[in-house]
């Protein structure tokens, strides 16, 4: 029986700005089991990071519950959230950016067991480094060089080593592998994949590309103008994508076999603005389906078959 590790209930996280309100997460609702993967999949803008970030509390979220086994994190004081991050931590997408150019491989992965403590022999710290450099697939000899000096692919196996070394048991995984060539993509999942199974991690994992998330998701969530518009099982959403927007998004990726490519669906119209938001389906304006319904209602989050929930007018009618 699976078993919730986190849970996001109603999560809202507003901006206040000089021309209004931005919404950038708005009501949104998930459940993530343990030893699983969410796939968060929208275009850049859609609230995605930003639903990251604010799940470990590194923004605040204007409301809502996030419950990391049964408890909820967003009432914890700082000090709590100090100790509680230490079990949620987040790979990011540009290593480079997200890694002190001063600090050698071997201190940065040093760090966090240095800052928070949990080893105080320098002897001891530097063999877990070393276990940890190992674990990520990531020669010992790169313990004295500097992130620089090293590919892409490295750099973020640096960043998987310093989530890990608090031992885990959730990661934000935010595009970790959009800087990477597409080879060394390839290898990072891999990794990821295996450590989850070797250590029963359980992984937040953010991308804008789908096809990126297919295989390594359990539940796919997508996302348009901080609303999750349909949430299912990896393989239901890629066999029945069901909002017009998720169909879109697939008919954009390439299908080597000829007989399994999709029309390519090219969205046209502007993006409604995530400031001030009129009531109403915030696809409208690029919506091939859309109906006078779609301008003056904002649709619910539906079920539509276990596990399959939608946000979309036309799935509230009958098929026929
Ligand atoms: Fe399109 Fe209307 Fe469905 Fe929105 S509710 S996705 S505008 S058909």
Redo the contacts with the bound molecule.
């Keep these: 029986m699976a078993e919730a590790l986190l849970e996001v209930k109603n999560v809202k996280k507003y901006f206040k700005t000089p021309k209004g309100m931005l919404h950038a997460v708005d009501d949104v609702t998930f459940t993530i089991n343990r030893g699983e993967t969410l796939g968060v999949v929208g275009e850049s803008g859609c609230g995605k990071s930003t639903t990251g970030r604010v799940v470990l509390r590194l923004l605040e979220p204007t409301a809502g519950q996030i419950l990391m086994e049964g408890q909820d994190i967003a009432k914890l004081s700082e000090g709590q959230m100090r100790v509680k991050r230490k079990e949620m931590q987040m790979i990011f997408q540009d290593p480079l950016a997200s890694l002190d150019p001063r600090k050698t491989v071997g201190q940065i992965i040093e760090e966090p067991l240095k800052i928070h403590n949990i080893i105080s022999s320098s002897r001891d710290r530097q063999k877990r480094v070393l276990e940890l450099m190992e674990t990520v697939g990531l020669a010992q000899r790169y313990y004295s060089t500097y992130p620089h000096e090293l590919d892409g692919g490295r750099r973020q196996r640096i960043g998987i080593a310093r989530a890990l070394s608090m031992n885990p048991k959730f990661i934000v995984c935010d595009e970790p592998v959009s800087a990477l060539d597409v080879s060394i993509q390839a290898q990072i999942l891999n990794l990821l994949e295996d450590l989850q199974q070797e250590m029963g991690l359980t992984y937040m994992f953010i991308t804008h590309d789908l096809s990126v998330v297919h295989h390594f998701s359990n539940n796919i969530a997508v996302m348009y103008l901080g609303k999750i518009?349909e949430l299912a099982s990896s393989d239901e959403l890629f066999a029945h994508p069901t909002?017009?927007?998720t169909q879109a998004l697939l008919s954009a990726i390439p299908v080597p076999k000829l007989e399994n490519r999709r029309e390519r669906i090219i969205l046209k119209g502007e993006i409604t603005s995530p400031i001030n938001l009129p009531k109403a389906?915030?696809?409208?304006s690029r919506?091939?389906?859309?109906?006078k319904?779609?301008f003056g209602e904002e649709?619910d989050l539906k079920e539509i078959a276990p596990g399959h929930q939608v946000?979309?007018?036309?799935?509230d009618k009958p098929e026929g």
């Excluded at 389906?281 to 409208?284: D, E, I, L, M, T």
């Excluded at 919506?287 to 109906?291: E, I, M, P």
């Design positions: 518009i909002h017009p927007y389906c915030r696809f409208a919506c091939l389906y859309a109906t319904q779609c649709p946000a979309c007018f036309l799935k």
